[in-house]
């Protein structure tokens, strides 16, 4: 208890709080712009913490990462161009709500969800990180295969108006995850010679283009029917949700914090496998499943509290055992080492004090920016009321610098303009796609982790159903799939009778 | 003829210009060149005189926040101090190094541009990837060697194995039953492997990770038998008694690990490391290499330097110059024989 009332004590100080400021500031910034991921702010900022007291240095690496991760979500929502691959999800309903004048709304909810989920997540971390960080070594190949698979299950949720179409998305991104170096016999795949494919299809030059370069042609190209052209029809100024809203979401509020704890746990799994899981698990549960996708604030709560609870998740293998849970926190062991932090137990013994006051910090970085995102609110829902042309082009540019600046390759660029011409008449002739993004980050995850089963069981397939969690896995996506339909049949009874 | 030559930014008092005036086109053109050169020699030379005299750009063919990036910032940190200028880390990852090497290698020779070289990938690319690498090692000028980091063989601290030998055993008793991850065809722990399998005559059944995190994790959580990585990655937990090193395989014990014995010691016949040393793209001048060459020494012999690498567990192996260089050469041609003989990735 203590060492809680110190850690506490070190983030209550005036240089703690400005640097949490500005961790923070920084952070939604990185998240907002296209192509700046999570994982680059914290890698951009290691420098700067050389010469910084450790404490400092750990609450600013911290209030960078997961202010970032929400800071994806404004842009998701009011322009449908989310940041990173976290925030995919959000713009689902999120942008449906912003052209609907809601935008300040969604953007409230998704503070106040991230919040949640961020506050979920670090007590998890800060009661029962120890115990919890089994789950990350209890998982093997042959459980990673199965949530792969559960996290491609999710596709049917966002594609159930249009099957057809989204399963030939999906499966125009699994032909993209087949691409470059097979990583059990070196063999280019696909790569045409290009060097720049060897390790695949980079995925942010996809999303962007995607999702930000086809927007900003949308923007500059103006059709009739769902576009945000300039004006937003009947902007509200209104920028907390309502009272009765967030009461109605608070179990999915709950489940998807603690679907992305866990997930976030897993090493390799991924920010934006706990949202979209999550957001198919709300919209399974919902009373009204069909309102997903048309605007539907229960679906950017959901996405949102999964990819922010996340950030805790993927601390606590980190702190504990020493194997960081994604991208972000790998560069995290990075900045811990400089300043003579060696994660593993000994971070809970030696270093506790530094330890504790990383994670009070991260409490208070996770209000900072629900504070912040609340308040700037307002402003930043003026953006809906610039015209596309103007609009369009800055979009344009951001896209291109970020994509240029994820390696530093002319090649990265070409890539995301073509994503965006195929995003455009993907969108232009209904084909949805998040689809496409889901299966390139899920292909070769399931690819890689199918082939590692198939090695350590010498090609035996039972070993993907006979191992417990494998089995538990199995049932939840065979249920996943199996109760929609069971309601839909025992419905169209009751129709009947 | 004057007004092309001012046109062309040569100054008139040359003295070679005005010959060409005077003997007609042919000498025009040798003229034009020598003159040319006069200024470019010049320059040149200037060039030495008060480099640095502008930013230097260092290429990291890896990922930020990776352990190559880490170290290449921790240098560009006292690199600065004895050059006195910025060291800008440029992250140009992709292809295990290839992209980051393709562009040191093409960059411009004026001692501007420098970059990270990871042994073994950087001399192994050039004929395991003939086809499609756009480089080669005669387009770098390798300035020092840093840090050596030798590969470790480990299990879980719950394994049946103590030693190397009762893994060897268990395998000769059950060929591939052993499973034993790597990270990455090719890369230097998947060859390390190699070598040891070959050396022990055993059959072992490699399984790739992406990385040290989910290999760790996979040891630890007994999906895999045995581990094949780095020590400054295996050491953390080697000493916290999650892992057992089995085998260190380098030429002596190292100080992070002292209790794991080296291959040589329990009879194996296998060396591997993971190098990272500095270079430079060929043809810069002998003046500046030079200058960079002593900024290096100086940045490799400061104490607080060796004592920020140690707590990262990155032990350091200075080897300068042409010593750097014999010693890439020599990696390069054992590795090309161990290839011929046996290719490790399917042709």
């Avoid at chain 1, 089994?134 to 295969?145: C, D, M, S, V, W």
């Avoid at chain 1, 991208?327 to 003579?340: K, R, S």
């Avoid at chain 2, 065809?185 to 055993?202: K, R, S």
């Avoid at chain 2, 040393?277 to 001048?285: I, R």
Wanted: hydrophobic share 50%.
């Amino acid at each position: 208890m203590d060492i809680l009332l110190t850690a506490f004590a070190n983030v209550l100080t005036p240089m703690a709080l400005l640097t949490l400021v500005l961790g923070t500031l920084a952070g939604m910034l990185i998240g907002a712009l296209p192509g700046l991921s999570s994982t680059m702010g914290v890698a951009l900022c290691i420098p700067i913490t050389f010469n910084m007291p450790p404490d400092l240095a750990l609450i600013l690496l911290g209030a960078v990462y997961v202010s970032s991760v929400f800071g994806g979500s404004v842009t998701a929502i009011l322009l449908r161009t989310p940041g990173t691959d976290a925030s995919i999800a959000t713009a689902l309903d999120g942008y449906p709500l912003a052209v609907a004048g809601r935008g300040g709304e969604a953007i409230g909810m998704a503070a106040l969800a991230s919040l949640f989920g961020g506050l979920v997540s670090v007590f998890v971390l800060l009661a029962i990180a120890p115990p919890l960080s089994t789950i990350a070594l209890a998982f093997g190949p042959q459980e990673y295969t199965w949530l792969a698979i559960f996290g491609l299950v999710t596709i049917v949720g966002v594609v159930s108006e249009r099957p057809v179409k989204g399963v030939l998305s999906a499966a125009l991104g699994l032909a993209l995850a087949c691409v470059g170096l097979d990583a059990f016999t070196g063999l280019q795949r696909f790569t045409f010679g290009q060097n720049e494919l060897f390790d695949g299809v980079p995925l942010l030059p996809v999303l962007i283009g995607l999702f930000s370069v086809s927007q900003a042609f949308n923007l500059c190209i103006p059709r009739d029917g769902g576009v945000l052209s300039g004006e937003a029809q009947n902007l509200q100024g209104r920028s907390l949700p309502y009272w009765a809203d967030l009461k109605r979401c608070l179990r999915t509020l709950w489940r998807s914090s603690m679907i992305g704890s866990i997930v976030g746990i897993l090493p390799g799994a991924g920010t934006s496998i706990a949202a979209f899981i999550s957001y198919n698990e709300a919209r399974r549960h919902s009373a009204f499943p069909e309102r997903y996708g048309k605007g539907e604030i229960e679906g950017v709560a959901a996405s949102e509290s999964a990819n922010n609870a996340v950030t805790g998740g993927t601390l606590i293998p980190t702190l504990t055992l020493g194997i960081p849970g994604n991208a972000v926190t790998a560069v995290f062991v990075g900045g811990l080492t400089i300043h003579g932090m060696i994660p593993g137990p000994s971070l809970f013994t030696q270093h506790a004090e530094s330890t504790y006051t990383l994670i009070v910090s991260l409490l208070f970085a996770n209000l900072m920016f629900a504070v912040l995102g609340l308040w700037l609110c307002r402003y930043m829902v003026a953006v809906t009321r610039v015209p596309g042309a103007v609009l369009g082009p800055m979009i344009l540019l951001f896209s291109v610098v970020g994509s240029y600046a994820l390696r530093n390759e002319m090649f990265d660029v070409w890539l995301t303009i073509a994503f965006g011409l195929v995003g455009y008449f993907m969108e232009r002739w209904r084909y949805p796609a998040a689809p496409l993004v889901i299966a390139l980050i899920l292909g070769p995850i399931l690819e890689v982790n199918f082939r590692r089963s198939m090695q350590i069981a010498q090609w035996d397939l039972t070993t993907f159903f006979t191992r417990p969690l494998s089995v538990a896995l199995c049932l939840l996506v065979v249920l996943s799939l199996l109760v929609p339909l069971w309601r839909r049949w025992r419905m169209s009874r009751r129709v009947a009778a | 003829m004057r007004h092309s030559m001012t046109f062309r930014g040569i100054p008139h008092r040359s003295s070679a210009c005005r010959e060409s005036h005077y003997r007609g086109n042919r000498y025009h053109a040798r003229a034009a060149l020598v003159a040319l050169g006069m200024v470019l020699g010049v320059s040149q030379q200037a060039l030495a005189d008060n480099y640095p005299s502008k930013p230097i750009e260092m290429i990291v063919a890896y990922g930020a926040g990776g352990s190559t990036d880490t170290m290449a910032r921790i240098f560009a940190k006292y690199a600065e101090e004895e050059l006195g200028q910025r060291v800008v880390v440029v992250n140009k990852p992709g292809a295990g190094g290839e992209l980051g090497w393709t562009y040191l290698a093409n960059a411009d020779a004026d001692g501007y541009t420098i970059g990270l070289i990871n042994s073994p990938s950087v001399e192994t690319h050039p004929f395991t990837r003939a086809e499609t690498v756009a480089y080669s090692m005669d387009d770098l000028q390798p300035l020092a060697n840093v840090v050596t980091d030798p590969g470790v063989l480990a299990v879980a601290a719950d394994s049946p194995w103590q030693t190397l030998d009762e893994l060897v055993e268990a395998v000769k008793a059950e060929p591939r039953s052993v499973t034993v991850s790597h990270e990455g065809v090719g890369g230097d722990d998947h060859l390390a492997a190699l070598n040891f399998a070959g050396d022990a005559g055993i059959e072992l059944n490699f399984v790739s990770f992406n990385g040290n995190a989910e290999a760790t994790a996979a040891l630890l959580g007994g999906h895999i038998d045995a581990f094949e990585g780095n020590m400054s990655e295996a050491a953390a937990h080697i000493r916290e008694g999650d892992v057992r090193g089995l085998a260190v395989w380098s030429s002596k014990r190292m100080e992070a690990i002292p209790d794991v014995p080296t291959g040589e010691e329990l009879g194996y016949d296998v060396m591997s490391s993971a190098s990272r040393g500095l270079a430079l793209p060929a043809g810069v001048p002998d003046e500046v290499y030079a200058q960079l060459l002593e900024a290096t020494r100086k940045v490799i012999e400061n104490p607080e330097f060796e004592a920020e690498l140690a707590r990262l567990n990155m032990p350091l192996d200075p080897l300068y110059g042409e010593e750097y260089v014999k010693s890439l050469e020599a990696s390069q041609e054992r590795f090309k024989a161990l290839w011929d003989e046996n290719p490790w990735i399917e042709q």
